[in-house]
């Protein structure tokens, strides 16, 4: 039985049933990891394994006792949910199966003290969801009431956001430099055509704390040319497009691979899966732009890390790596995409 198969097993063992739901690191990553290795493997029992716990998830664990957020608890399973549904792995409504779970968001929100219980990066993971629920609503009063709730939001967040948001951490790590992903968020919710003008201003707020200073780390400051290339694409600032240039022209990708990613800084969360990821998704949305480097060379490091041994001898390192977002799932996912896409053997 190979390492993989050996991890797949303690990991199915491992989702307990006080295992959080979410999609980065709950049993939803769990599902999407399986359905994704069905796919790419077209071994049968992948999908019985992601199957089983679908059913398990949506038959017993779900509750309104249950955290809104997305990375453990009810947003986030909804967020699987419309993915495996687009992704065609299930059928199914998604505005019905994510109906109550909204409702819970609103109720929140609208008559209770969110920003007192969930942090800024939690509140951003609550935009994108309302923003990912609106485009999904075809009524113009089912719209009006997810805008009226993403307004609520973007003004919470815009008296949440101070200068200590913008402040780096010793290392990269994406649960500690959310101002690339609150970019992308707004971005996106006024590519829905609303609330402009409110985005706008705020926007210009932040920029007087973002444009100075530019971030130590050469994985940070790619990650945050995502997030302001996606605010460009709106907006077409000039200043926010001199900033991007200069944010670009000083991205080092070798130091940045052979300095500031060390041996097991594998993960999604922290390292070479998370690079290969931004660095796809920013070739993909803007083709001029150039990001030379070696998938080979990104998938012999991921291989051969010694992530895989600690994995293996230390239950502690492997119990807090078996997610999605922080975990060898998501190692195994991007491997097999870059072997898919580039042939990596």
């Known amino acids: 039985m190979g390492r993989i198969d050996i991890l797949n097993n303690r990991l199915i063992d491992?989702?307990?049933?006080?295992?959080?739901?979410?999609?980065?690191?709950?049993?939803?990553?769990?599902?999407?990891?399986?359905?994704?290795?069905?796919?790419?493997?077209?071994?049968?029992?992948?999908?019985?394994?992601?199957?089983?716990?679908?059913?398990?998830?949506?038959?017993?664990?779900?509750?309104?006792q249950l955290p809104l957020d997305v990375e453990e608890g009810l947003c986030g399973v909804a967020l699987g949910l419309d993915w495996l549904i687009k992704e065609k792995f299930v059928a199914g409504d998604i505005n019905a199966l994510a109906a109550d779970i909204d409702a819970l968001l609103f109720?929140?929100?609208?008559?209770?003290?969110?920003?007192?219980?969930?942090?800024?990066?939690?509140?951003?993971h609550f935009l994108y969801y309302i923003a990912v629920r609106l485009r999904e609503?075809?009524?113009?009063?089912?719209?009006?009431?997810?805008?009226?709730?993403?307004?609520?939001?973007?003004?919470?967040?815009?008296d949440l956001v101070d200068p200590g948001f913008y402040r780096e951490y010793y290392s990269f790590s994406v649960y500690h430099y959310h101002v690339p992903l609150l970019l992308k968020t707004l971005a996106i919710v006024a590519r829905q055509g609303f609330?402009?003008?409110r985005i706008e201003k705020l926007l210009e707020r932040f920029s007087r704390d973002l444009f100075a200073h530019r971030p130590k780390f050469q994985l940070n400051r790619l990650y945050l040319l995502w997030g302001v290339l996606a605010i460009n694409a709106e907006f077409q600032?000039?200043?926010?497009?001199?900033?991007?240039?200069?944010?670009?022209r000083s991205i080092d990708l070798n130091r940045l691979l052979n300095e500031e990613v060390k041996d097991r800084n594998i993960y999604i969360s922290d390292g070479l899966s998370?690079?290969?990821?931004?660095?796809?998704?920013?070739?993909k949305d803007y083709p001029d732009l150039a990001f030379d480097y070696s998938p080979r060379l990104v998938y012999d490091r991921l291989v051969h890390s010694d992530a895989w041994?600690?994995?293996?001898?230390?239950?502690?390192?492997?119990?807090?790596?078996?997610?999605?977002?922080?975990?060898?799932?998501?190692?195994?996912?991007?491997?097999?995409?870059?072997?898919n896409k580039y042939l990596c053997e």
């Open 14 to 64: 491992s989702v307990e049933s006080n295992y959080p739901i979410g999609a980065a690191q709950g049993k939803m990553s769990v599902i999407i990891y399986f359905y994704h290795l069905y796919r790419s493997c077209g071994e049968e029992q992948y999908r019985e394994i992601a199957e089983s716990f679908l059913d398990q998830l949506m038959e017993k664990d779900l509750s309104n």
């Open 107 to 124: 109720k929140a929100t609208v008559f209770g003290r969110l920003e007192e219980k969930y942090t800024v990066s939690q509140m951003t």
């Open 137 to 158: 609503q075809t009524s113009a009063d089912d719209r009006y009431v997810y805008q009226e709730l993403a307004i609520k939001l973007v003004n919470k967040l815009g």
């Open 195 to 197: 609330y402009t003008g």
């Open 237 to 248: 600032f000039p200043e926010w497009k001199r900033y991007a240039d200069s944010l670009y």
């Open 274 to 283: 998370f690079f290969y990821w931004i660095v796809e998704s920013l070739r």
């Open 309 to 339: 041994n600690a994995l293996e001898r230390d239950p502690f390192y492997f119990q807090i790596h078996r997610g999605l977002l922080n975990g060898f799932p998501g190692v195994v996912l991007t491997m097999l995409n870059l072997k």
